[in-house]
C-alpha cells in the first residue's frame, strides 16, 4: 500500500535554510502536497505540486521533486522562528474526491 | 481561499453521551469530504470518505456504528462520535476537495474532543 516516509526532527538557527525531506511509494501519485500545523491548529496548506514538475518556487518555498526516486524535499530559505512547527508530506493518487496519504510529520524548531 | 469550517472547535463531555461535530465548506461545494483523526504528536489518520447523497466509506479498523457519518448536502456532512469514552478523546480534522482540476484540499480548523 502507499507509505509516506519523512524524518520526525529538525533543528535549524534563524536565517538558515531550512530542508525537509520526504519519501513516497506510489509512483502513481499525481499530486504531492506540503502541509503545515501549528501548535493547537489545524492544517494549513503551503503548496503542492503537479507529479510532472521538477521544481515549484514560492516566495521562500521551494518544492524540488525526484519522481525516479520518489522524493520530495521542502526547502525554506532564510527560515524564521515564526516558521517553528509541524511539517506534513502527504501524496494523492488521483485528482479531486480522493484522500491524502500523509507522513508522521517533521517537526521544524528555529533557535534565534 | 476556499473556507472549510468546523464546529465546534473544542468539546468536552462525559463518557457515554454522543457528540456531533459539523464541518462546512462555506464558500464552495463539496461532493466528498473527508474526516481525519490525529493523535497527539501523529499524523492524521484518515477515518472514513463522505460522499454526498450515499453511505460513507469507511477505512478498515474504523468502527462504523461508532463513528457515524452523514453527508446531508454539499456543503455539510457531520461526524457523531456515538457513545464516547476516554479513549475517542482527540483531535478530529475535516477536508474538502475545492476544484476536480488541482487535487488540492482543503481543511477544517480541527475539533478537539475530550471524554471525560
Known amino acids: 500500500g502507499e507509505d509516506v516516509e519523512q524524518s520526525l526532527f529538525l533543528s535549524v538557527r534563524e536565517g538558515d535554510s531550512s530542508v525537509i525531506n520526504c519519501t513516497y511509494t506510489d509512483s502513481s501519485s499525481t499530486y504531492l502536497y506540503w502541509y503545515k500545523q501549528e501548535p493547537g491548529a489545524g492544517l494549513q496548506l503551503l503548496t503542492y505540486i503537479f507529479s510532472n514538475m521538477d521544481m515549484k518556487q514560492d516566495q521562500r518555498l521551494t518544492v524540488l521533486l525526484n519522481k525516479k526516486d520518489k522524493h520530495l524535499s521542502l526547502r525554506i530559505a532564510d527560515t524564521q522562528t515564526g516558521d517553528s512547527a509541524i511539517y506534513f508530506c502527504a501524496e494523492s493518487i488521483s485528482q479531486a474526491g480522493t484522500a491524502l496519504i500523509f507522513g508522521k510529520g517533521t517537526t521544524l524548531s528555529v533557535s534565534s | 481561499g476556499a473556507v472549510v469550517s468546523q464546529h465546534p472547535s473544542w468539546v468536552i463531555c462525559k463518557s457515554g453521551t454522543s457528540v456531533k461535530i459539523e464541518c462546512r465548506s462555506l464558500?464552495?461545494?463539496?461532493?466528498?469530504m473527508f474526516w481525519y483523526r490525529q493523535f497527539p504528536k501523529q499524523s492524521l489518520m484518515l477515518m472514513a470518505t463522505?460522499?454526498?447523497?450515499?453511505?460513507?466509506?469507511?477505512e478498515q479498523g474504523v468502527e462504523k456504528d461508532k463513528f457515524l457519518i452523514n453527508h446531508a448536502s454539499l456543503t455539510l456532512s457531520t461526524l457523531t462520535v456515538t457513545s464516547a469514552h476516554p479513549e475517542d478523546s482527540s483531535f478530529y480534522i475535516c477536508?474538502?476537495?475545492?476544484?476536480?482540476?488541482?487535487?488540492?484540499?482543503?481543511f477544517g480548523e480541527g475539533s478537539r474532543l475530550t471524554v471525560l
Open positions: 477536508s474538502a476537495s475545492a476544484s476536480k482540476n488541482t487535487g488540492e484540499l482543503f
Open positions: 464558500d464552495f461545494q463539496a461532493t466528498t
Open positions: 463522505s460522499n454526498e447523497g450515499s453511505k460513507a466509506t469507511y
